[in-house]
Structures are given as C-alpha cells and as structure tokens.
C-alpha cells in the first residue's frame, strides 16, 4: 500500500512539470493556425513556451519608487476599507431601525381597530387599510430583518 501511495505521489510530481507543446501551422485557407495538437497531416512547427516566474521581481531603479507607491496604494486600501465599514455600519443600523418599525407597524394593525387621524380624532380601521397595512408590515419585515 505504502510503494501505491509513494508511487501516485511521484506521478504528481513528475506530471506537474510537464507542460502540453504549441504547434503552429498554415491551413488550406492561408490562416495561421496555433494549437495544442499538431495537424493530422502537413507541416508544423512546434513552439516551445516559456513559462513565466512565480515572482516578479521590482524593475531594476524602480525599488524606492515602487515600494512608496505599494505604500500608498495600501494606505489608500485601508482608508477604502474604512470608509466601507463604516458605511456598512450605518446600513445595519438604519435596517435595525426599519425591522423595529415594521414590527411595530405589524402589532398596531393586527391588535388595534382604531387609530388617530390628522386632527387628532379616533377613527376606525377599515379592512381593505388594515389588510394593505399587514402585507406592508410584512414585506418590509421580510426586507429589514434577518
């Protein structure tokens, strides 16, 4: 079992360093043609590529200016990043305020028949305000609260 393992490890290894070739070619039409695979007939050539670094390294006399330009460009990130937050903060808050109210607006039409009118006077809830009062309670509810 221990050589299976140690065998399918070394295949890994091995295959992850092989690359698949480039073939370049002039089809029937005149067209300039790259592939993986060669053409089943006619000439190719094949084009090795070269794989690019892992890491780049700072172009030569760019280190000082590079690195002060990383800099600020974190420094600009953080005060982003900041200015999100904060944003996001507000918005969970004015959502915290919204669910608060539609829950309130949710009790007051389905506990109470009665309400004040713009002098000051009780009046009666019809059906038809408190049935459109529900359904707005709860899709703002469904909106605000999580």
């Not at 089943?40 to 094949?46: F, I, N």
């Not at 990130?77 to 309130?104: I, M, V």
């Amino acid at each position: 079992m221990k050589q299976v393992i140690a065998f399918f490890i070394l295949g890994l290894v091995v295959s992850t360093g092989v690359s698949a070739g480039t073939y370049k070619w002039v089809d029937k039409d005149g067209n300039v043609v790259y592939s993986q695979h060669p053409p089943a007939e006619g000439q190719y050539e094949a084009i090795r590529v070269k794989p690019e670094p892992r890491n780049t390294p700072a172009p030569a006399g760019k280190g000082k200016e590079g690195s002060q330009h990383f800099l600020e460009k974190a420094n600009s990130q953080r005060k982003d990043d900041a200015k999100l937050k904060a944003e996001l903060k507000k918005t969970q808050e004015l959502r915290k305020k919204n669910c608060e109210t539609a829950k309130k607006q949710l009790e007051f039409y389905t506990v109470y028949r009665r309400k004040k009118d713009q002098s000051g006077e009780y009046v009666r809830i019809t059906d038809a305000e408190k049935d459109a009062g529900l359904k707005e309670a709860k899709q703002a509810i469904k909106d605000f609260c999580d």
